[in-house]
């Protein structure tokens, strides 16, 4: 929602047309960075354990926008959101393993068209809630509201995926378990 919000955000910063680029590339440039890192860092398994807690991080710094903090303030926190966004990298990993392959490329196809309906109705949203409360308090309210869905989401992802561990014919320490 951040992007979609960039250019009354950018109006109430009082920026330009250069401000409203700035705040539209926080979020994928962080996105880029938390990607690589996460990448060239992080294991398989690791990713996957990490999954829930980065989509948190793609959700909190964004209450910091609630405050309307300076530009290079909203340009951090929205990059460091980028950056936790890149748990969609291990959930879509995660996803395909999970179907057989004879329906990946269904299934795959309908997930990302259902991603992009739900971000278009956030946008919409957010822009309708920018209306009424302003970008910067819209925006935070968005990360709050994305980070209890995240926190929530995450808690029941590690307990889903240790009892998955636990039910795995070789036990947890197995090859297969990645971990």
């Known amino acids: ?23 539209m590339a926080a979020v994928p440039l962080g996105m880029v960075i938390g990607a690589f890192l996460l990448g060239r860092i992080a294991a398989p398994s690791a990713r996957i354990r990490m999954m829930g807690w980065l989509a948190v991080l793609s959700c909190a710094p964004l209450i910091g926008s609630a ?3 300076p530009l290079w303030a909203v ?4 990059t460091l959101a ?7 990298l291990a959930a879509a990993a995660a996803f395909v393993q999970a179907l057989r392959p004879d ?13 992009y309906a739900v971000q278009g109705l956030g946008i919409l949203a957010g ?7 302003g970008a910067p308090l819209a925006v935070g309210l968005a990360g709050l509201v994305g980070l209890t869905a995240a926190t929530m989401l995450a808690a029941s992802w590690t307990h ?4 998955l561990i636990q039910a795995r014919p070789n036990g947890p320490e197995s090859p297969a378990s990645g971990g």
Do not use: K
């Open 1 to 23: 929602m951040p992007e979609g919000l960039a250019a009354p955000y950018a109006r109430s910063l009082h920026g330009n047309t250069l401000t409203v680029g700035l705040l």
């Open 75 to 78: 340009l951090a926190l929205w």
């Open 67 to 69: 405050w309307s903090p």
């Open 160 to 163: 889903l995926r240790g009892r």
């Open 127 to 133: 822009g309708a809630m920018a209306q009424l409360i």
């Open 82 to 88: 980028g950056a936790g966004g890149a748990y969609q």
């Open 103 to 115: 329906t990946r490329a269904r299934a795959f196809g309908v997930a990302q068209s259902g991603l």
